[in-house]
């Protein structure tokens, strides 16, 4: 069956630490994928988009790496701030028509 | 310029009922796309809109159904209310053409009791 996983499990970080977050995903050929953040009661709020032909992209704090052959995205929050505690979203678009699946989320808990 | 507006915010109904949910998406945008996010878990696509008709669905029974009016909002109903549809219903917009990017409304908090 098709699977887009992320560690289920909150992940908690000091304050200046880089934040490390994984999407892998099985029996899915993406165009792209993008990670989102969602606060607790609000809808999710795009950050990246990575399309399959890049390895990495960047966006001021924020990395992201597409690698094809594992079928995996990492998410990295560099210099990371407890502002950035949230649960971020990974989603492909499986059939180029913006019908997007989304994984589970991974709960970022930054401590100060 | 007001980003995707959803309501009510919140909305409590009994099993049978029925349930309609509204969105209005953000100027400019003419898609528009219904999610169904149960706590703890990521949101699941049921289906969207474009042009006022169905474009594309999820694994969703036909309780779910939708409409989008000539002024791009839309409407997601859900008829025979189970308890497994309590969830927060999303509401997604694009912009014309570049339907990657999906710009999320504050959601519908939905309670089946």
């Known amino acids: 069956s098709q699977k887009i996983e992320q560690n289920s499990e909150a992940l908690n970080i000091q304050e200046g630490k880089t934040a490390t977050l994984t999407c892998n995903y099985t029996?899915?050929?993406?165009?792209?994928l993008q990670w989102y953040r969602q606060d607790p009661g609000r809808g999710p709020v795009f950050l990246l988009l990575i399309r399959e032909n890049e390895k990495e992209k960047r966006k001021e704090r924020l990395k992201v790496t597409f690698d094809t052959t594992l079928k995996q995205s990492l998410f990295h929050i560099t210099a990371s701030q407890p502002a950035d505690s949230a649960t971020y979203l990974c989603a492909l678009d499986i059939n180029a028509g913006n019908m997007l699946t989304f994984g589970g989320g991974t709960r970022l808990m930054v401590k100060p | 310029d007001a980003g995707v507006t959803q309501s009510p915010t919140h909305l409590i109904k009994t099993r049978g009922q029925q349930v309609t949910l509204r969105c209005s998406p953000k100027s400019g945008h003419d898609t528009v796309s219904w999610y169904q996010q149960a706590l703890g878990q990521g949101p699941q696509f049921i289906f969207q809109?474009?042009?006022?008709?169905?474009?594309q669905r999820g694994n969703f029974p036909d309780r779910f159904s939708g409409h989008q009016f000539p002024n791009y909002s839309s409407e997601l109903n859900v008829n025979a209310l189970l308890l497994g549809d309590s969830a927060l219903y999303l509401c997604?917009?694009?912009?014309?053409?570049?339907?990657?990017?999906?710009?999320f409304g504050p959601g519908t908090r939905l309670l089946v009791l």
């Open positions: 809109y474009y042009e006022e008709e169905e474009r």
């Open positions: 997604a917009s694009t912009v014309p053409g570049q339907w990657e990017t999906q710009y």
């Open positions: 029996n899915y050929s993406p165009a792209y």
